[in-house]
């Protein structure tokens, strides 16, 4: 079984699938980085007590948030800021920082979130978006749309990693019988560097439809797709498509 996530979001995926009995092959495609520019950020962390809300997709977004505070030595002041966390994974990278998640969606998407939230922003409320560079744009554009100002910040980015050179042998002398792809970029990194042959007779599991949307458009056959973009649901995915 081959995971494609960055080393920095596989471990809990790769824990689970092997608590399945899967034997797991990490292959990272994407590294995590600090942004080129980390003044917004920066700058963000410094007046944090001036936002209503701070709204985290990721829990590279909380990572990333949480050491420029510490940098600019303003952590005590998220105290009086209200916390919104997309997915569990997230929420608990957030409660481990010592964080009260105030609002985390059942359905964990940002439209997801913005609906949880919507009713508790009003007109003149400030809201932090610390996000990947590529980050999906629906959470920030709902909220404009609601009439709260939203500052967007880039707290990493994801640039392709360098791939062994062995890594191409070793998916030719063992190729995986499952294939997880958690984003639409990992997919064509992945395919990019290692052609269609590098999944062989693989199933495919996606972690949502755009991505399954994503790997139909460059001519993969999707098996599975999560019900939840989790690791869990991940790992759900993957379950349905070994047993059909």
């Not at 809300?53 to 009086?80: C, I, K, N």
């Not at 919104?84 to 481990?96: F, H, K, L, S, Y």
């Not at 959470?139 to 910040?153: P, S």
């Not at 639409?184 to 599991?205: C, D, I, N, S």
């Amino acid at each position: 079984m081959l995971v494609t996530r960055p080393k920095e979001r596989v471990e809990e995926l790769c824990f689970l699938l092997e608590d399945e009995g899967a034997e797991v092959m990490s292959l990272p495609v994407l590294e995590l980085r600090p942004p080129e520019d980390v003044r917004p950020l920066a700058a963000a962390a410094e007046s944090i007590q001036r936002y209503r809300w701070v709204v985290f997709a990721s829990p590279s977004a909380v990572e990333a948030l949480m050491e420029a505070l510490r940098e600019a030595g303003t952590a005590d002041r998220l105290g009086h800021v209200r916390i919104a966390v997309v997915g569990p994974r997230t929420a608990r990278t957030a409660e481990g920082y010592g964080l009260t998640v105030a609002a985390e969606p059942a359905e964990a998407t940002g439209l997801g979130l913005f609906e949880a939230i919507r009713e508790s922003l009003h007109p003149d409320d400030e809201v932090l978006l610390p996000a990947g560079e590529e980050g999906r744009r629906e959470l920030e554009v709902a909220l404009r749309e609601h009439g709260v100002r939203v500052t967007r910040v880039t707290a990493y980015r994801s640039t392709p990693a360098e791939l062994p050179p062995e890594a191409h042998e070793a998916l030719g002398q063992t190729p995986p019988d499952v294939v997880l792809f958690a984003s639409p970029r990992t997919a064509e990194l992945f395919l990019e560097a290692m052609g269609a042959g590098g999944l062989g007779q693989a199933k495919v599991v996606a972690i949502g439809p755009t991505t399954a949307g994503a790997l139909a458009r460059l001519g993969v056959e999707v098996a599975a797709v999560a019900e939840r973009p989790t690791s869990e649901g991940l790992v759900d995915a993957t379950v349905r498509a070994v047993h059909g």
